[in-house]
């Protein structure tokens, strides 16, 4: 079954980045479109960013855009998510999506 498994979440202050990691299985990864989304408390999870099967082409949120970098590595499964000029409204549960399936989040909170 499909299995997606996000890491990389912390704690970091406002300017700071990190780099969330995604490991896919379960499916023929270099197929398929991954996405990230995040969801903040009290309010419903939206579209971070996409990227297409071959990687050639991504679309981010107005919110994130030129701040966020999405990108894969079809060789080792992975999808990865560099976010950069983090800001406190960038706090929420991270979560990779692929085949109308969820991993289970990484916490990343931007606070100083």
């Known amino acids: 079954q499909v299995q997606l498994v996000e890491s990389g979440g912390g704690l970091v202050q406002p300017g700071g980045s990190l780099r969330l990691s995604c490991a896919a299985s379960?499916?023929?990864?270099?197929?398929?479109?991954m996405s990230w989304y995040r969801q903040a408390p009290g309010k419903e999870r939206e579209l971070v960013a996409v990227?297409?099967?071959?990687?050639?082409?991504?679309g981010y949120a107005d919110s994130v855009k030129g701040r966020f970098t999405i990108s894969r590595d079809n060789g080792k499964n992975m999808v990865y998510l560099q976010m950069m000029s983090l800001k406190p409204e960038d706090t929420a549960v991270y979560y990779c999506?692929?085949?109308?399936?969820w991993g289970q989040g990484t916490q990343v909170t931007v606070s100083s």
């Open positions: 999506r692929s085949l109308n399936s």
């Open positions: 990227i297409n099967a071959a990687g050639g082409s991504t």
């Open positions: 379960g499916f023929t990864f270099s197929n398929y479109p």
